[in-house]
């Protein structure tokens, strides 16, 4: 039997997509309309910046080949970046590998001369995990200027051994005129076997596909293959906060399936998974001599849990520093077949790690289950697609006195009893006693996620401002800082926080970064300590206004349109504290305080901030907490009108009166005038 394995809808690693991008071969270029080099604007697509004219997509499996082609009008100089072409794919993956071939483009300029793409094209890496490395091809169409036509289509092939379902996303950035797309599937594909993560083979028995498309627009199956025809696709609506687009859009995914029934599909691969699970978390002499090790006879149920995750938290994460292949662990003499290997390397993938952490559990005595989830910010879990590849990443469930506490020792600096945002209200498939279910995460909650930004400012008469910022970080925000510094090193990270914090503070003001506290203590929060360096306000006559918000003076608004037709999701909720203190110079007298304010959004949010002026210290304190993530699109009016008004009472001015600073007299020190010196 022949076994095929990527697909190409696992090209989600980079968060792209072949598809997603651009388009196909056609045996010859397409002659460009007078119609279409004459155009300025499209009504079809008002105010766009570039327009798809045509694009085609063909599949054929029988040869191993997609071939991909696109036509391009750019509208305004935003659109001339279309030029820039950036084509995924993956150069090396387990038992098969793909390659771009044969890329060809040309412009077509608004006079109808045709400029010819005679470079040639270079490989970039993206992403490399081990035996797994994702590669782009590069290249940029020559002399685009506004009212150009791009053009340009290439081959993607794989091995013989190797089939490749196709993802048609077919709402893209930008409209669509008409796009074509063809799928010939190898005629005898139930020779072949699929083979999951944990390396089992399952014989395939049928092909299946999933669409979102609009009414009336239909798959045409026939002897040729299955074509799709479809013209006039509105550009991908991009909202602010909205949840994975690749979730929502139109497609239609093809897939191969060793069954058509949902039920019988879900069953079959979680009974697959999880006898994967217990096989590699098998208790074995290695795991019951760690638990010694770790834990005492004495230990609650819950300080075993905790003492077992802390002791697989300290291990080496190679999702954040970097895998080995399969060349370098065979020369170390490194299996890593099961959770007692993992041990024993003190090293492992997230995936690992969780399982490592399951198995020593159960031999501490405590029931702890495996459960897989879809990464909220990546995907959303559909029971009805029958693909367990949408299925990302796994976490751990413990039972501690009979009830589930959801852990993530895969997650590096993770906190006990936490789970990153992505992985809260993520639907997915668990373990239990008996067989599998599906299953949701609990939600995250907002005391998680705390940030307290400090600020000790001294403004000078000439408006120059001095001071240190000192911002401390738990939860979400310290694990993302501590998990930069482990992948990109300590620099990268203090350059990340300074440069964020350098776009939010007011105009004029300078931050350098002095560095962490507490960024090697997993323990603790993270604090960034930076010194305030610059100017400050500007000036209206005698008076001289100031933000009243240090901190948000130059935010980006959470949401500014009117209205909503995607569900939004904040992503990570949250709690910030803002201390600020201001010292005013001798000279400076508050003319006007910002009005204190307070706002709720009704069990999911509160906003409250206070301002106090007192001699020559100016104080603010502003907290603002949202507890919920997910709104439907009819709650939007409703969170609009929170964060907007959030919005205006951070942008209110301090208002200050300067009194004209006294010339001092020439002292005895400084040389008199005529005199030398």
């Known amino acids: 039997m022949r076994t095929f394995g990527p697909c190409l809808r696992f090209l989600v690693l980079p968060l792209l997509s072949l598809s997603l991008l651009t388009p196909l071969h056609a045996d010859q270029w397409q002659q460009p309309t007078q119609q279409e080099l004459?155009?300025?604007?499209?009504?079809?697509?008002?105010?766009?910046?570039?327009?798809?004219?045509?694009?085609?997509?063909?599949v054929d499996d029988s040869v191993h080949m997609h071939t991909f082609y696109a036509r391009i009008k750019v509208l305004t100089a935003q659109g001339k970046s279309r030029a820039d072409v950036e084509l995924p794919y993956f150069s090396s993956f387990e038992d098969g590998s793909f390659r771009i071939r044969s890329i060809e483009g040309r412009t077509i300029e608004?006079?109808?001369?045709?400029?010819?793409?005679?470079?040639?094209?270079?490989?970039?890496?993206?992403?490399?995990?081990?035996?797994?490395?994702?590669?782009?091809?590069?290249?940029?169409?020559?002399?685009?200027?506004?009212?150009s036509i791009l053009e340009y289509r290439y081959i993607l092939d794989y091995g013989d051994h190797t089939l490749s379902s196709p993802r048609w996303i077919i709402q893209q950035p930008l409209f669509v005129h008409?796009?074509?797309?063809?799928?010939?599937?190898?005629?005898?594909?139930?020779?072949?076997?699929?083979?999951?993560?944990?390396?089992?083979?399952?014989?395939?028995?049928?092909?299946?596909?999933?669409?979102i498309l609009p009414p009336g627009v239909k798959v045409r199956a026939g002897l040729d293959g299955y074509d799709l025809v479809i013209k006039d696709v509105p550009a991908l609506v991009r909202e602010p906060h909205m949840p994975p687009v690749q979730s929502r859009s139109l497609r239609v995914l093809f897939y191969y399936a060793a069954s058509t029934q949902s039920k019988d599909f879900w069953s079959d691969a979680g009974k697959r998974w999880?006898?994967?699970?217990?096989?590699?978390?098998?208790?074995?002499?290695?795991?019951?001599?760690?638990?010694?090790q770790i834990v005492s006879p004495a230990d609650t149920p819950e300080q075993k849990s905790l003492k077992i995750y802390e002791a697989v938290m300290k291990l080496d994460n190679t999702d954040y520093t970097r895998a080995h292949?399969?060349?370098?662990?065979?020369?170390?003499?490194?299996?890593?077949?099961?959770?007692?290997?993992?041990?024993l390397d003190k090293r492992g993938n997230s995936a690992q790690l969780t399982r490592l952490y399951i198995a020593l559990a159960r031999a501490a005595g405590l029931k702890a289950y495996d459960i897989i989830v879809s990464n909220r910010n990546d995907t959303l879990f559909d029971q009805n697609y029958l693909s367990w590849g949408q299925l990302d990443d796994e976490l751990a469930i413990v039972m501690i006195d009979g009830k589930p506490v959801y852990l993530d020792p895969g997650n590096r600096f993770e906190d006990y009893g936490e789970l990153a945002w992505y992985h809260c209200f993520a639907d997915g498939v668990r373990q239990l006693d008996h067989g599998t279910a599906f299953a949701s995460t609990p939600g995250q909650l907002y005391k998680w996620d705390v940030q307290t930004r400090s600020a000790y400012l001294t403004l000078a008469p000439d408006g120059s401002i001095s001071g240190q910022l000192r911002i401390a970080y738990t939860g979400d925000y310290s694990r993302r800082i501590r998990q930069e510094a482990l992948k990109n090193g300590v620099e990268q990270a203090k350059k990340d926080v300074r440069s964020y914090w350098q776009s939010q503070v007011p105009t004029g003001v300078q931050l350098k970064m002095n560095g962490f506290i507490g960024i090697d203590q997993p323990d603790e929060a993270v604090m960034a300590v930076l010194t305030v360096s610059g100017t400050m306000g500007s000036n209206a006559g005698r008076l001289r206004l100031l933000p009243a918000d240090f901190?948000?003076?130059?935010?980006?608004?959470?949401?500014?349109?009117?209205?909503?037709?995607?569900?939004?999701?904040?992503?990570?909720?949250?709690?910030?504290?803002?201390?600020?203190?201001?010292?005013?110079?001798?000279?400076?007298?508050?003319?006007?305080?910002?009005?204190?304010?307070?706002?709720?959004?009704?069990?999911?949010?509160?906003?409250?901030?206070?301002?106090?002026?007192?001699?020559?210290?100016?104080?603010?304190?502003?907290?603002?907490?949202?507890?919920?993530?997910?709104?439907?699109?009819?709650?939007?009016?409703?969170?609009?009108n929170y964060f907007q008004k959030i919005a205006q009472a951070d942008q209110q001015p301090l208002v200050l009166r300067m009194k004209p600073v006294p010339v001092t007299a020439a002292t005895s020190s400084a040389p008199k005038a005529g005199s030398a010196k």
Request: glycine share 6%; charged share 20%.
């Open 38 to 58: 004459q155009m300025k604007t499209d009504p079809s697509a008002p105010g766009a910046a570039a327009v798809y004219l045509y694009r085609e997509e063909t």
């Open 110 to 147: 608004p006079d109808g001369k045709i400029v010819p793409f005679t470079g040639k094209p270079y490989d970039k890496l993206i992403y490399k995990q081990g035996d797994h490395e994702v590669m782009e091809k590069v290249f940029t169409l020559p002399d685009v200027q506004v009212g």
């Open 178 to 211: 008409e796009a074509h797309y063809h799928f010939n599937p190898l005629k005898n594909y139930t020779d072949y076997t699929m083979m999951d993560s944990s390396g089992h083979e399952t014989p395939i028995n049928t092909l299946l596909y999933a669409t």
């Open 274 to 292: 999880s006898k994967s699970v217990d096989h590699f978390a098998s208790d074995s002499p290695v795991i019951r001599k760690a638990v010694s």
């Open 325 to 343: 292949s399969a060349v370098e662990n065979k020369a170390e003499g490194q299996k890593e077949k099961n959770a007692g290997d993992i041990w």
């Open 551 to 640: 901190f948000e003076a130059n935010a980006k608004p959470v949401f500014t349109s009117p209205k909503r037709t995607m569900p939004v999701d904040l992503g990570p909720v949250y709690i910030l504290q803002d201390q600020v203190s201001l010292n005013l110079p001798p000279n400076a007298s508050v003319e006007g305080k910002p009005a204190d304010n307070q706002q709720m959004l009704p069990q999911d949010g509160v906003f409250h901030v206070s301002y106090t002026a007192k001699g020559n210290q100016y104080v603010y304190d502003r907290v603002s907490a949202v507890a919920m993530p997910l709104y439907a699109p009819k709650s939007y009016p409703q969170l609009l």
